[in-house]
């Protein structure tokens, strides 16, 4: 019969397209996208985890790129702080997921955190379950303006954060030392803080989470102190921005601190340029030094505006999503424009079809 596969008879491309060729477009494209990210994605758990739980949650280095690598935005930066629109502006941007604040603090007592309890914790995973986004972390962003060496309730503060984390399945919380306790200025705070951070320290192991710092110090003396501290539920929380403000090599930073001691990137630079037009970062340069010390994880958009367009989010923060995508996810950027081909491919697989049954 014509057109029939014979009992025996080896598939062949041709019989393929002619099976493909009777379907809708919708659904050959569904077919093909899914077989594709099949192949290529995997790795991660839920909420962006991944599925190694060592420290540094490194992969092997046989490991697609997409799987080693996600990338995300700061809820602040987009002026959606605990917003759940920030979920659909994620989506519309390419992001794989959100750095979630925990709120201002000014002269409050604690942070304006509108995540206490389940119920809003529950409308804001679905949110972000509906539109495809991952919630990254959690981000103590006072604490760049509010010494947490000196804040008398830290541990208060610590508290929210961790029970918001666990309440939305996030692992990693990022708490800045920020400018009042900078310990390149004031040295003086050195004791305090590492007494602070080792209970901190503490309570993040007993939650099962990680609190990454972020510090300006060189990666030699972050090693020191997280000798000090000497807990494995605190990391570093690594910062692009810093090693190119104070003429450091990134490379070389994240080759000090190896692939256990980070938790999470903040990929970006400061305003000014779009990250594809920022000479003084290499993010191909960056990308292989992850490679060579087998780190994997979270890649975080935090600024690296154009100045010319401050305001436009759409413009700066996509672009800076697509131009990390096509260096840390290039399966994904593949994948993206297979979608503008399919029409082709399928009147491809309409004139093989014809060939079939002739």
């Not at 006072?142 to 929210?160: G, H, K, P, Q």
């Not at 003084?280 to 958009?301: C, P």
């Amino acid at each position: 019969m014509r057109g029939q596969k014979r009992c025996g008879e080896p598939v062949t491309e041709c019989m393929i397209a002619c099976w493909l060729g009777f379907l809708p477009r919708p659904l050959i494209a569904l077919i093909l996208m899914c077989l594709i990210a099949s192949a290529s994605l995997g790795g991660f758990e839920q909420q962006g985890q991944p599925s190694d739980t060592s420290p540094g949650g490194g992969y092997g280095k046989n490991k697609a790129n997409v799987a080693r690598f996600k990338i995300g935005i700061c809820d602040w930066m987009v002026l959606k702080r605990q917003k759940i629109g920030v979920f659909t502006l994620a989506r519309e941007l390419g992001a794989d997921g959100v750095e979630v604040d925990i709120g201002p603090l000014g002269n409050r007592v604690t942070f304006d955190n509108r995540l206490t309890n389940e119920l809003a914790c529950d409308a804001f995973l679905k949110a972000a379950r509906t539109n495809g986004v991952e919630i990254c972390s959690i981000a103590m962003t006072a604490f760049y303006a509010v010494s947490f060496a000196e804040r008398t309730n830290y541990i208060d503060l610590v508290c929210d954060t961790i029970d918001t984390m666990k309440r939305l399945g996030v692992r990693v919380g990022f708490l800045p030392l920020g400018v009042a306790s900078d310990l390149q200025k004031r040295p003086e705070l050195r004791p305090e803080l590492v007494n602070r951070l080792r209970r901190v320290g503490r309570m993040a192991a007993e939650a099962g989470v990680v609190i990454g710092i972020e510090t300006t110090m060189p990666a030699s003396d972050e090693v020191a102190l997280l000798e000090e501290i000497g807990s494995p539920a605190i990391k570093i929380y690594f910062n692009l921005a810093n090693a190119v403000k104070f003429n450091r090599d990134p490379c070389k930073e994240i080759r000090i601190l190896g692939k256990d001691l980070i938790c999470q990137i903040h990929c970006s630079n400061e305003d000014g340029e779009l990250l594809e037009n920022d000479r003084a970062v290499d993010l191909v340069q960056f990308k292989a030094a992850l490679d060579e010390i087998g780190w994997s994880g979270w890649l975080v958009i935090e600024r690296s505006r154009d100045r010319r367009k401050p305001r436009d989010i759409q413009y700066n923060f996509g672009s800076n999503i697509k131009y990390l995508r096509s260096i840390f996810q290039p399966t994904i950027s593949t994948l993206k424009s297979v979608g503008g081909e399919l029409s082709v491919w399928r009147n491809s697989c309409y004139t093989v079809e014809q060939y079939c049954l002739d």
